[in-house]
């Protein structure tokens, strides 16, 4: 087990998958800490001490104004400066449902241009409820994004009630295509796409998008939930199927953990 990458999990006012997230990077071979959103403002130094953060799902600040808003604003213009030198050293970030909508609506992702600026959103799913339910995922054909390194598709939960992705405008959603930054979409179990269509595509998301990175990779916004299928008796049908043993969203957090021990 690796003794050298260190991961800090986000936590407070309302994150609520901090816990999962922490086992699944300790599960992959990092060592982590739990970090109180209000001790990394207060001390952003701290920031330097790991190679990977992580904003983990939840309701945080009861989901006020609109998913991740107000998170958002507190990270960007309290922490701003530090989160972006920690992007610039080469380090990798990941924001999980409510974390995914965290780093969005801060403009950490898609930084098209190398800068915090709002390019799309995450908004309320087209069915006007809250989803909760096992979705397939198939990986970009050109995405360089490492956390999805080697996989070609994914079954995981998701559990969000604004998970619809939109880009700002077409020019957006071109540079996302053309830039490999298009990291996971909704698919049919055999891997064909979605194309919008309920509830393979359970939110509405245009292009079928689940998740993003930057141009750089290493930031990464997905709305499933890798953390919460890292073992086989996580999936619903593991007492009807042979499964493996390892759930396939751990291999989400070894490629970081492997990634970092190679590249810092």
Not at 191 to 211: H, M, Q, Y
Not at 238 to 250: A, C, K, Q, S
Request: aromatic share 8%; glycine share 10%.
């Amino acid at each position: 087990m690796s003794t050298m990458t260190r991961a800090l999990i986000l936590t407070g006012y309302g994150i609520n998958c901090d816990h999962e997230t922490a086992d699944a990077f300790e599960r992959a071979g990092a060592r982590t800490n739990r970090v109180h959103l209000n001790d990394a403002i207060t001390q952003p130094a701290m920031l330097k001490d790991y190679r990977i953060l992580a904003v983990p799902g939840g309701f945080s600040f009861g989901d006020d104004v609109a998913s991740g808003k107000i998170l958002a604003n507190r990270l960007r213009y309290k922490l701003g400066g530090a989160l972006k030198e920690f992007v610039d050293a080469g380090k990798l970030v990941i924001g999980i449902c409510n974390g995914f909508q965290v780093l969005v609506k801060m403009g950490m992702l898609p930084m098209l241009d190398g800068e915090f600026r709002q390019e799309v959103t995450l908004t309320h799913n087209d069915s006007g409820r809250f989803e909760d339910r096992w979705v397939h995922l198939r990986t970009a054909a050109n995405t360089h994004c490492v956390w999805v390194n080697g996989l070609k598709q994914l079954e995981l939960p998701v559990r969000h009630g604004e998970g619809k992705f939109v880009p700002r405008d077409a020019d957006v959603l071109k540079a996302l295509r053309d830039r490999g930054m298009i990291a996971l979409r909704y698919c049919l179990h055999d891997g064909e796409a979605a194309r919008g269509d309920f509830p393979t595509n359970p939110n509405g998301s245009v292009d079928d998008i689940a998740g993003i990175c930057d141009a750089s990779g290493r930031v990464f916004g997905l709305m499933p939930h890798p953390e919460a299928h890292t073992e086989r008796t996580h999936h619903p049908r593991w007492t009807r199927e042979e499964r493996p043993e390892e759930g396939i969203g751990l291999r989400v957090f070894r490629n970081a953990v492997e990634y970092a021990e190679r590249m810092l």
